[in-house]
């Protein structure tokens, strides 16, 4: 019975090693796997803000706080256990009675007639992927964990926890992906034309 659990520890060894050196998967490919995307927040709007345009998000006590502080741009939600407030306007602008975060842009523009304003969280394990597509305006990206990854025909770009990325104009197709060895938890924050699909399937090659 010994040598066969030599064999058998050898085996396991090798195994092991091999899945170390990426010659055989450990697990099933994680390349297979799909970003989980969640609708937070959205809202119509008519007109937006003259000028180049930043999202300010900014951190407040209670949700109705930022409710209240809402300006005609902003979107107020409850993520990842903090109280934000979005709001689409000119660069270092603030809101009384928010914490800012950061700032995203300037945005590239887009024209409509009407807006769809929307914020989404997105996430996954390592190596999960979004289907190749587009939207019919800028997207912009905050990290709250992990390393975001986005593929589009200008190259791949890479973010990190805390930190921002902005897309690039309407209709560029894109893959965003999990590019980091933990779980990624980002937001996706839209600015686009309403009366399009807000998502299309789309081609990189």
């Known amino acids: 019975m010994k040598p066969r659990s030599v064999n058998a520890r050898r085996i396991g060894i090798l195994v092991f090693s091999l899945c170390a050196l990426g010659l055989i998967p450990s697990a099933p490919m994680a390349a297979d796997a799909k970003l989980v995307v969640e609708p937070v927040v959205e809202k119509k709007v008519k007109e937006l803000p003259p000028?180049?345009?930043?999202?300010?998000?900014?951190?407040?006590?209670?949700?109705?706080?930022?409710?209240?502080?809402?300006?005609?741009?902003?979107?107020a939600a409850e993520v990842a256990g903090k109280v934000w407030l979005f709001t689409l306007g000119p660069k270092d602008g603030a809101t009384a009675g928010g914490t800012k975060v950061t700032e995203i842009g300037p945005l590239p523009s887009v024209s409509a007639s009407e807006y769809l304003l929307r914020i989404n969280r997105a996430g996954g394990a390592p190596g999960a992927k979004s289907s190749i597509h587009s939207h019919p305006g800028p997207e912009a990206f905050y990290v709250l964990a992990g390393k975001l990854g986005q593929r589009t025909p200008h190259g791949v770009a890479y973010a990190e926890a805390e930190t921002t990325m902005v897309g690039h104009s309407a209709d560029t197709p894109m893959e965003v992906f999990n590019a980091g060895t933990t779980d990624l938890d980002q937001l996706a924050i839209f600015v686009v034309d309403a009366n399009r699909p807000f998502s299309s399937p789309a081609s990189l090659d």
Request: charged letters at 10%; hydrophobic letters at 45%.
């Open 51 to 75: 000028g180049p345009l930043f999202w300010r998000l900014e951190n407040f006590p209670t949700l109705a706080q930022a409710q209240g502080a809402a300006g005609s741009t902003s979107l």
